[in-house]
Every structure is written in structure tokens, then in C-alpha cells.
């Protein structure tokens, strides 16, 4: 199981903190969705998840203050009594004295957030999503080309790395050589990110190690990149049957995630950087809607039926 530290998502939202005296330093979150305790604060408690953040909103918040003194305390300290990761007022809201009071005896940490509910909802969300997706490391390359995310993969010395270079000189940019962190954000989404060790560098038998920001500059790296298209390389073998006209498209598969893979056969010559241009093209050119090789198809068969 994955999780985050609670400093680091203080920081990504400009939290403000309303219980100084408790250390968030240890609290990590594990759970991406989001608990709004007006069930809670009613009593009921049945499937009360409490690893989730607790939200209050200006519907809570309202609900508290119509409350009985002691049945609000008792409520709030019955929800904080669930060991939950930290409570957040959102709309700036302020926490009564008494609430902040017990967040303290309870090392329970308590924040502001300045956006409306909904917006803070979806955005805390849609971060801790990608903060605790599921992950895998795997060798290749992957590189931003023409907008379309493009996993480059095959053996060893087989010039992943040599291809990615020209692809860069060519005006595209990096987002990690050698090692490839996938993550799953959702069912149709995976994200490719570099470890922090090997973050913009890429490594030339022969030459060594190079500084791509450094060499081409800052336009020609990127951080992350949703991967939308894997090139496999392959040594070139007269037996085998390459696609030569792509009508089925190929798929691989990472973390239950289907991505369409073309196999490229390597021989002295062959203009990698320029091959996987075109890949990229191609794919972008059927998203929106055209197919070259079901364009030629029927072309031939109604070339056919014509005669």
C-alpha cells in the first residue's frame, strides 16, 4: 500500500494550519477518496471509514453551530476518537475554540482551506490519485512527441537511448531514459514519471552520461507524460512476419491497462527517430478518426467490385 506524507499535501494546497501544536510529520494518508461527516455528526457512525480526510463544509458547518454545545464536543470528539488523518474547514471557515481544543488533547491535526468545498474536494482527489496509484518500474524510454506519449522498449544496447536523442534534437522532449515509472491514475490512464536520481539525464554507450536540460535546455525535458503509444525494437529476423499493413492494432498490457504496441524491426540504416515520428502521427491521426490502411482497404475493394 502506498502513501503520502500529510506535510506534502499542506503544502501542494496552502493549508492553514489551525492546531500548530500537533506534528504532522508522521501522518500519512492512505486513502485517496474524501469523507464530508454530516452522517457522523448526526450520530450515525456504521461504515464510517476513517481513513479517509474529513471535509467540513458550509452545510456542516451550519448544522454545528445549530447544535447543543456538549452534543457538538461529544460528536467531533467521537469522530476524532477514529484515529481519521485530519480535519479540514473549507470556505476559511474558523473551528470552534473548543474543537481545536480537543484536536490538540487528540493530536488530531485541523486546517483551513480557502477554496469552496466542491473545488477542494475534486482537487485533493484528483491529486492523491496520482499520488497513491498503483506503480511499476520498467527498463525503456519514454519520450513526448507531438503531444503523443511514446514508451520506447527492447533489449538492451538495442538503441533505445540513441533513438531518444535524435528525437530531441528533432525539437521532442524527454521524460525518462533507462528507467520508467508507470502509474495507474485511472482505468483508461497511465502516467509515466522518471526517478528522481535519473531525472533528465540519458546514457550513451560509449559517451557516458549526459545532461539533457542542461545540453538542449528546458523545452526540450518534461516531468510526467501519460503513455499513449509503446514502440517495441527488435533485432531484425527474415523468418518472422512483420505487420505491414496495421488494419488490428496490437496491444500490450501494464497494471490492467491496454496500450496499443507496434513491434519495429531494427537493421543498419533504418532512421529510428524518424519511424517513431511517424508512429506518433499515425496514432494521432486514427484518434481523430482517419485509418490510412482502412483507407487503402477499400480503395482495393471497391476497386474490385468495379471491374
Given at each position: 500500500m502506498y502513501?503520502?506524507?500529510l506535510?506534502?499535501l499542506?503544502?501542494?494546497?496552502?493549508?492553514?494550519n489551525c492546531?500548530?501544536?500537533?506534528?504532522?510529520?508522521?501522518i500519512a494518508i492512505t486513502?485517496?477518496?474524501?469523507?464530508?461527516p454530516?452522517?457522523?455528526l448526526?450520530?450515525?457512525?456504521n461504515?464510517?471509514?476513517?481513513?479517509?480526510?474529513?471535509?467540513?463544509?458550509n452545510?456542516?458547518?451550519?448544522?454545528?453551530?445549530?447544535?447543543?454545545?456538549?452534543?457538538?464536543v461529544?460528536?467531533?470528539?467521537?469522530?476524532?476518537n477514529?484515529?481519521?488523518?485530519?480535519?479540514?474547514?473549507?470556505?476559511?471557515?474558523?473551528?470552534?475554540?473548543?474543537?481545536?481544543?480537543?484536536?490538540n488533547?487528540?493530536?488530531?491535526?485541523?486546517?483551513r482551506?480557502?477554496?469552496?468545498?466542491?473545488?477542494?474536494?475534486?482537487?485533493?482527489?484528483r491529486?492523491?490519485?496520482?499520488?497513491?496509484?498503483?506503480?511499476?518500474?520498467?527498463?525503456?524510454v519514454?519520450?513526448?512527441?507531438f503531444?503523443?506519449?511514446v514508451?520506447?522498449?527492447?533489449?538492451?544496447?538495442?538503441?533505445?537511448?540513441e533513438?531518444?536523442?535524435?528525437?530531441?534534437?528533432?525539437g521532442?522532449?524527454l521524460v525518462?531514459?533507462?528507467?520508467v515509472?508507470?502509474?495507474?491514475?485511472s482505468?483508461d490512464?497511465?502516467?509515466?514519471?522518471?526517478?528522481?536520481?535519473?531525472r533528465?539525464f540519458?546514457?550513451?554507450?560509449g559517451?557516458?552520461?549526459?545532461?539533457v536540460?542542461?545540453?538542449?535546455?528546458v523545452?526540450s525535458?518534461k516531468d510526467t507524460?501519460?503513455?499513449?503509444l509503446?514502440?517495441?525494437?527488435?533485432?531484425?529476423?527474415?523468418?518472422e512476419?512483420?505487420?505491414?499493413?496495421?488494419?488490428?492494432?496490437?496491444?500490450?498490457?501494464?497494471l490492467?491497462?491496454?496500450?496499443?504496441c507496434?513491434?519495429?524491426p531494427?537493421?543498419p540504416?533504418?532512421?529510428?527517430?524518424?519511424i517513431?515520428e511517424?508512429?506518433?502521427?499515425?496514432y494521432?491521426?486514427?484518434k481523430?478518426g482517419?485509418n490510412?490502411?482502412?483507407e487503402l482497404?477499400?480503395?482495393?475493394?471497391?476497386n474490385l467490385?468495379?471491374?
Amino acid at each position: 500500500m502506498y502513501t503520502v506524507e500529510l506535510q506534502k499535501l499542506v503544502d501542494k494546497l496552502q493549508l492553514i494550519n489551525c492546531t500548530p501544536e500537533v506534528k504532522i510529520e508522521e501522518i500519512a494518508i492512505t486513502q485517496s477518496d474524501v469523507n464530508r461527516p454530516a452522517l457522523q455528526l448526526a450520530g450515525f457512525f456504521n461504515h464510517f471509514d476513517s481513513n479517509r480526510i474529513q471535509v467540513i463544509g458550509n452545510v456542516e458547518y451550519t448544522y454545528m453551530q445549530q447544535m447543543e454545545q456538549a452534543e457538538k464536543v461529544a460528536r467531533v470528539e467521537q469522530i476524532m476518537n477514529e484515529r481519521v488523518p485530519c480535519i479540514v474547514y473549507c470556505r476559511n471557515l474558523e473551528p470552534d475554540k473548543e474543537i481545536i481544543k480537543i484536536a490538540n488533547e487528540k493530536k488530531i491535526p485541523v486546517f483551513r482551506a480557502e477554496k469552496t468545498t466542491s473545488s477542494f474536494m475534486a482537487e485533493v482527489i484528483r491529486w492523491l490519485n496520482v499520488e497513491l496509484a498503483p506503480r511499476i518500474s520498467i527498463h525503456g524510454v519514454l519520450v513526448d512527441v507531438f503531444g503523443e506519449g511514446v514508451l520506447i522498449m527492447g533489449e538492451s544496447g538495442i538503441g533505445k537511448s540513441e533513438a531518444a536523442l535524435e528525437l530531441i534534437k528533432r525539437g521532442h522532449r524527454l521524460v525518462t531514459d533507462d528507467v520508467v515509472e508507470i502509474k495507474k491514475v485511472s482505468d483508461d490512464t497511465l502516467i509515466g514519471t522518471a526517478p528522481d536520481i535519473t531525472r533528465h539525464f540519458i546514457e550513451l554507450r560509449g559517451i557516458g552520461i549526459i545532461d539533457v536540460k542542461t545540453l538542449f535546455g528546458v523545452e526540450s525535458v518534461k516531468d510526467t507524460q501519460c503513455i499513449d503509444l509503446v514502440i517495441k525494437l527488435e533485432e531484425w529476423n527474415k523468418d518472422e512476419e512483420y505487420d505491414r499493413l496495421g488494419l488490428e492494432e496490437k496491444y500490450t498490457e501494464f497494471l490492467g491497462n491496454r496500450v496499443v504496441c507496434h513491434s519495429i524491426p531494427i537493421r543498419p540504416g533504418r532512421n529510428l527517430a524518424i519511424i517513431v515520428e511517424s508512429a506518433a502521427v499515425n496514432y494521432r491521426q486514427k484518434k481523430m478518426g482517419y485509418n490510412a490502411a482502412r483507407e487503402l482497404y477499400n480503395r482495393v475493394t471497391n476497386n474490385l467490385m468495379n471491374k
